[in-house]
């Protein structure tokens, strides 16, 4: 149904009515998942129990790719995964708890696109290609994602625990839903549609990983009735939750950030050097340096800080490594962080401001 409002869809998540950020962030998501061929943000939800994860993820879906298999379990075997993200466009995973690296890579890819192989049965030759791009979802207690390229693809959401006197059975939230379905999901399209005309218009600079959707996040925004400024300040302090989080996930990281901010907020030495003080202060802050995340030889710790170094660079520090004559020197040191720029086209005038949108009821989608 045309002329239903997409803000709508918000009442029926567990979201914080004042976290404006958030808000937007989760609508402008939402609407970008019915964009095909581009890269999209993986949707990453965390709460205790009873906050309304799998709920969020079953009423998206239930509004945009319709299944009888609302949300998904995920396979711990690469083939079926892929089989898996091949048959489901929004793919939304339920408990999801912790992520060994070659599953979160397979996430990764299937977010901004790649390519699958395996072979195909009955033949000894034979391929079956895959080549896709999803739209994913991870719900779980804590943070299911924790390495840095799936955080630099994801929107970290927390939801709030529903006290008793809000909870409602799973039957009359769904018939409210079904009420008032028709109008939000005329909502979303109504938005895309506008957005469609806004998008050729942005002048964008500054944009974060997720470039492409970044500039889409924008148009959905205009059209919504936000600014440019709004949303990309919203994604800006999602992005540094994310970076943070990327940076703490590592005991390393943790060690390293706490040393340099209660220490000295600059380093220079050899690997063993500063693999020495970081297991001196390890034991100060009663971190097992035993643990498997802990490298156990000053060549490991490089390789963890050559991994670390965008979320590193993100919260304020550049590691440099440099090898003179036989030695091998690591630097770290302070560095200002870039805010995002934005440039309009128009003279400077946002898309908001030269946008009109009475011609909208003569749209087709």
Not at 35 to 46: D, F, K, Q, T, Y
Not at 61 to 82: A, C, F, K, N, T
């Amino acid at each position: 149904k045309r002329g239903g409002s997409p803000w709508r869809l918000l009442d029926f998540f567990n979201i914080d009515p004042e976290d404006n950020g958030t808000r937007l962030m989760l609508l402008c998501t939402s609407i970008s998942l019915l964009v095909p061929l581009i890269p999209h943000l993986i949707l990453v939800l965390h709460g205790t129990q009873g906050s309304g994860k799998t709920c969020l993820f079953k009423l998206l879906r239930g509004l945009l790719d319709p299944s009888v298999i609302e949300v998904l379990s995920l396979p711990r075997d690469e083939r079926e995964r892929v089989q898996q993200l091949e048959h489901h466009w929004l793919a939304f995973y339920d408990n999801v708890y912790s992520l060994p690296p070659w599953i979160s890579d397979t996430l990764c890819r299937a977010a901004t696109g790649g390519g699958f192989t395996k072979r195909e049965l009955y033949t000894d030759d034979d391929d079956v290609l895959y080549n896709f791009r999803r739209c994913v979802g991870l719900n779980g207690i804590n943070i299911a994602a924790q390495r840095g390229d799936l955080l630099d693809r994801s929107l970290l959401v927390q939801l709030e625990n529903i006290p008793k006197e809000k909870r409602r059975t799973e039957k009359e939230l769904l018939s409210e839903f079904e009420k008032c379905k028709a109008e939000i999901l005329g909502g979303l399209l109504d938005t895309l549609v506008k957005a469609l005309r806004i998008y050729p218009t942005l002048n964008l600079k500054g944009l974060e990983r997720m470039a492409d959707f970044t500039r889409w996040g924008c148009a959905i925004a205009v059209a919504l009735g936000k600014t440019e400024k709004e949303f990309l300040e919203a994604y800006e302090v999602k992005v540094r939750m994310q970076t943070e989080e990327a940076a703490h996930a590592s005991p390393v990281a943790t060690v390293l950030l706490d040393y340099l901010e209660n220490n000295t907020k600059q380093w220079e030495g050899t690997p063993t050097q500063l693999y020495k003080t970081l297991l001196n202060h390890a034991k100060t802050l009663e971190i097992n340096t035993r643990q498997k995340g802990f490298p156990k030889a000053p060549n490991r710790l490089i390789r963890n800080l050559n991994e670390l170094t965008p979320s590193l660079r993100a919260l304020g520090y550049e590691v440099n490594t440099a090898k003179t004559g036989s030695t091998r020197k690591v630097c770290i040191s302070t560095v200002p962080t870039v805010p995002t720029v934005i440039s309009h086209e128009n003279d400077g005038k946002s898309c908001h401001d030269t946008y009109d949108d009475r011609d909208d009821r003569d749209d087709t989608f």
